[in-house]
C-alpha cells in the first residue's frame, strides 16, 4: 500500500453502489478519501468488496464533480451564488405552477439518495410544491416487483434474507445476472452439493455458467415456463395443499388455468425439451426449502408486474415462503431503491400506506399535523408518464435529482423532446456534465456517497447506516440542505419539517410515521444500526405466520397469460435486442467511467451475435457494426461473436451514452407498474459504413 493510501481514520458506512448493501470502511487521510475496504464484521459481505466498491473513493475526487450551481443565461450555463440558483427555482417553477396549476411540475428523484432525503423529498414535492406528479428512477428498474408484491401478497417487501439462498436446496433464478450486477450476493450461490443452482436466462451470463442447470429460454417465455412448472407440481401432487387452503385464494381457478401448459406446449413457447422442463419442476417440488430470485430480466418487461405474480405462485402452492431458505425474491437495482420504496409519495404513501385508503390518509394528516386533504387520494403520473407528459404539454417543469434519463430512459427521441419542450429544466446531481445536465436551464450541485449521512435499505430490507467521511468538493451541498433551503424559499419548512436540522430529525419522525406499518423502523435506533451494522426491518422473514396484508390475510393466486412482446422480428428487423449491464460498470457510468481502473477495463460499449449469424451475415469479430430499429440507430459498435447469445439475438450494454441502447429501444411499458420494456426490441444489424 503506497504512503497515500495509509488512512488516519476509518469511517464505518455501506456501499453505494447496488442493492447488496456491502458494509466498508472508508480510509481517510487529510480530510481525502484515500481508500476502502470490506467491514469484516458486516453480516452482507463479511469484509469483500466487488471491483465497484474497491474503488468506490476515487468518486468522492473525480474530476466531473459539480462543485457550483450554474444557472443558464443567454444559452450558457454560468456559476451562480446558491441564493440566485435557489430564488431562480423558487420563481421559476411558482410562475409555471401559477400560470399552468401546480400538477404542471414534474419530480423525478432517485434511489440513490439516503432514506431520509427520500422522506423528506416526497414531503416537500407533494406537500410544498403541491404537484402529484413525483416519481423514482426507481420506476425504470424495480417498479414490476413492487406492484407484483403489492398483487400478490398486499404489499410491498421481499419476504425473505440473503441467507436463505444458502439454506435452500434450490435456487432458481431467473432473468438475474448476480455475477455481474450483485457479485457479492453471487458468491452465495457458488457450486455447492447441498444445493441446486438453475438459471433461466436467454442468454449464457456468467451467472448461468455458474448454473447446475440453464435454462436457456426464448426471450419473454419465463411465464409459460412458470406456468408449466405450476401444472407439473399440481398434475404430480408436489404442492402444499394445507398451505394453499389456509393461506391463498383463487387455487381452484388457477389449476384449471394451468392446466394447458402442458410440458409440450411450454416446449414449443420456451425452446427448452419437455424432459429439462419436468427435471427442474420436479427438483422445485421436491426441495425441502426453494428459493426462487429475481431481477432485470423478469421486470424489465410490459408484463413484468404479472410475472412477478406469476412466480410468486410457485412459492405460495408449495408453501415455499415464510420459512428458512424459501423465499420469492426481487433482488434490488439501487444502493437505496428499497428506501424509495418504504418512503412513497411515488406508487404509494409512505409507509406503504395507500392513496385511495381514507383511515391511511387520516393517519399521515395527524402525524403530520396537516389537513387530509392536502394529501393526495391517487398517485400522480409515474415517470414514464411525467415524460410523456412534457411531450404532450401537461408538463411544463422537470426536476430530476442523482438520475440520467438522456442515458437510462427508453426511446431517446421522445425523452429528448421532452426535455427540450419544458419550460424550465433542474437537474440536481453530484457531477456535470452530464448528458442529461448539458440540457440543464438549472444545475444544482449535490453531495454524494461518502459525503452525507443516512440509511440506505438493501434488498434483504437491512436498513444500514451510510456515514460521511469526507466534506463535498466546492459549493456542493447535500440534497437534505437543498430540500430544506427549498422548503423555506416556498415558506413551508416550519410546517412540515419543524426544527429539523439534519437527516436523523428526518429518521425520528419516519420512525413516527413507520410505526405499526410493515416497514417499522420504530424497532431499531439510529446508534443501533450503526453498531450491529444494520437491522432488517420485519426481521429475517416475512409471512412467518402466514398472514398476509389483505383484506381476508390470504395472499392471491393469479392466471398470467403469456402474451408476445410488443415488437417481433420480421425480415426488415430481424433480430430480438436484449441490454443489459456488466460488473465493472454503474448505470450510465456518471460514477464509473470517472474512475480510471474501471474505465480502462470496459472502455467502450459492444454488441454480441451468435457465430451462426455473423457467418450468414459475413461478419467477423471486432467488425465496426450499426444496430438500427424502427426508432434510430447506433453506430460502430465493437462485434463480439460468441455463444453467449442465442441465434437470432444480439445484446449490448446499457452503459455508454457514447453508444446508447436506448436510441434503438422501444418505449412500452408495464401497464400496471408503468416499466419500460427494455429487454426485447427489433434490430437489423449491418457493417457500419465509417469502418
Ligand atoms: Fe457495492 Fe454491490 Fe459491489 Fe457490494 S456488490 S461492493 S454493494 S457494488
Excluded at 137 to 155: D, R
Excluded at 360 to 369: K, T
Aim: proline share 5%.
Amino acid at each position: 500500500i503506497s504512503a497515500s493510501r495509509v488512512a488516519d481514520t476509518w469511517v464505518k458506512t455501506t456501499c453505494g453502489y447496488c442493492s447488496v448493501g456491502c458494509g466498508m470502511l472508508v480510509g481517510v487521510r487529510d480530510g481525502k478519501a484515500v481508500t476502502v475496504r470490506g467491514n469484516p464484521d458486516h453480516s452482507v459481505n463479511h469484509g469483500k468488496l466487488c471491483p465497484k466498491g474497491q474503488s468506490e473513493h476515487h468518486i468522492l475526487t473525480a474530476p466531473g464533480r459539480a462543485t457550483q450551481p450554474l444557472l443558464r443565461k443567454k444559452g450558457k450555463l454560468v456559476p451562480v451564488p446558491w441564493d440566485e440558483a435557489l430564488d431562480t427555482m423558487v420563481e421559476r417553477i411558482g410562475s409555471i405552477q401559477q400560470k399552468y396549476g401546480n400538477n404542471s411540475l414534474g419530480v423525478v428523484g432517485t434511489g440513490q439518495l439516503v432514506t431520509e432525503e427520500v422522506y423528506t423529498l416526497g414531503k416537500l414535492v407533494q406537500l410544498g410544491f403541491r404537484t402529484r406528479n413525483n416519481d423514482g428512477n426507481t420506476t425504470l428498474c424495480m417498479a414490476s416487483a413492487v406492484s407484483g408484491y403489492k398483487l400478490s401478497f398486499g404489499s410491498d417487501g421481499p419476504p425473505g434474507s440473503y441467507e436463505d439462498m444458502e439454506a435452500a436446496d434450490v435456487v432458481l433464478l431467473i432473468g438475474s445476472n448476480i455475477a455481474d450486477n450483485h457479485p457479492i450476493l453471487c458468491q452465495r450461490v457458488e457450486r455447492s452439493s447441498e444445493r441446486t443452482l438453475i438459471v433461466v436466462d436467454p442468454r449464457v451470463t456468467k451467472t448461468a455458467m455458474m448454473a447446475d442447470i440453464h435454462l436457456p429460454v426464448k426471450p419473454r417465455s419465463d411465464i409459460a415456463l412458470i406456468n408449466g412448472i405450476a401444472h407439473i407440481l399440481i398434475r404430480e401432487g408436489l404442492i402444499d395443499s394445507s398451505y394453499i387452503e389456509q393461506h391463498t385464494t383463487g387455487f381452484e381457478e388457477f389449476a384449471a388455468y394451468v392446466s394447458t401448459f402442458t410440458p409440450q406446449h411450454v416446449a414449443q413457447v420456451t425452446g427448452l425439451n419437455e424432459e429439462t422442463i419436468l427435471k427442474v419442476a420436479l427438483l422445485y417440488g421436491r426441495a425441502k426449502a426453494a428459493f426462487i430470485g429475481w431481477t432485470m430480466g423478469v421486470n424489465h418487461s410490459t408484463q413484468g408486474a404479472v410475472t412477478v405474480t406469476a412466480i410468486n405462485n410457485l412459492a405460495l402452492i408449495t408453501g415455499n415462503i415464510g420459512r428458512a431458505g424459501a423465499a420469492p425474491f426481487s433482488i434490488t437495482g439501487q444502493c437505496n431503491a428499497m428506501g424509495t420504496r418504504e418512503t412513497g409519495f411515488t406508487s404509494s404513501l409512505p409507509g406503504y400506506r395507500k392513496f385511495e385508503d381514507a383511515a391511511h390518509r387520516e393517519d399521515l394528516a395527524r402525524i403530520w399535523n396537516i389537513d387530509i386533504e392536502r394529501i393526495p387520494t391517487a398517485r400522480g403520473l409515474a415517470y414514464p408518464d411525467i415524460i410523456e407528459g412534457a411531450v404532450s404539454g401537461k408538463i411544463k417543469a422537470l426536476w430530476f435529482i442523482a438520475t440520467n434519463p438522456v442515458v437510462s430512459f427508453p426511446n431517446y427521441s421522445v425523452l429528448e423532446q421532452a426535455l427540450r419542450s419544458v419550460e424550465f429544466l433542474v437537474v440536481q446531481d453530484g457531477f456535470h456534465p452530464t448528458p442529461t445536465s448539458d440540457f440543464a436551464d438549472l444545475v444544482l450541485p449535490a453531495a454524494i456517497w461518502g459525503e452525507k449521512e443516512g440509511t440506505y435499505t438493501n434488498s434483504e430490507r437491512r436498513v444500514g447506516k451510510v456515514n460521511r467521511a469526507v466534506a463535498p468538493p466546492g459549493d456542493a451541498r447535500t440534497d437534505f440542505d437543498i430540500f430544506l433551503d427549498l422548503a423555506a424559499r416556498i415558506g413551508v419548512r416550519e410546517e412540515l419539517f419543524p426544527n429539523w436540522k439534519t437527516t436523523h430529525d428526518a429518521f425520528l419522525e419516519w420512525q413516527r410515521v413507520s410505526a405499526g406499518r410493515m416497514c417499522d423502523y420504530s424497532k431499531f435506533t439510529w446508534q443501533q444500526i450503526e453498531d450491529e451494522n444494520g437491522a432488517q426491518w420485519g426481521g429475517k422473514r416475512l409471512y412467518e405466520d402466514g398472514i398476509f396484508p389483505t383484506s381476508d390475510g390470504k395472499a392471491r393466486l393469479h392466471c398470467v397469460p403469456c402474451d408476445p412482446f410488443v415488437e417481433q422480428p420480421n425480415s426488415e428487423y430481424n433480430f430480438i435486442l436484449n441490454t443489459g449491464r456488466t460488473v465493472e460498470h454503474w448505470h450510465t457510468r456518471t460514477k464509473t467511467s470517472q474512475v480510471a481502473m474501471l474505465e480502462s477495463m470496459v472502455p467502450n460499449a459492444w454488441l454480441e451475435m451468435n457465430p451462426e449469424d455473423a457467418k450468414r451475415l459475413n461478419l467477423k469479430s471486432h467488425d465496426r457494426v450499426t444496430v438500427t430499429s424502427r426508432r434510430s440507430n447506433v453506430k460502430n459498435l465493437e462485434l463480439r461473436i460468441t455463444g453467449i447469445v442465442a441465434p437470432g439475438q444480439v445484446f449490448m450494454p446499457f452503459h455508454f451514452s457514447e453508444s446508447n441502447s436506448n436510441l434503438v429501444t422501444l418505449g412500452a411499458f408495464d401497464p400496471i407498474s408503468r416499466e419500460p420494456n427494455f429487454k426485447q426490441c427489433a434490430v437489423r444489424v449491418e457493417r457500419s459504413a465509417t469502418h
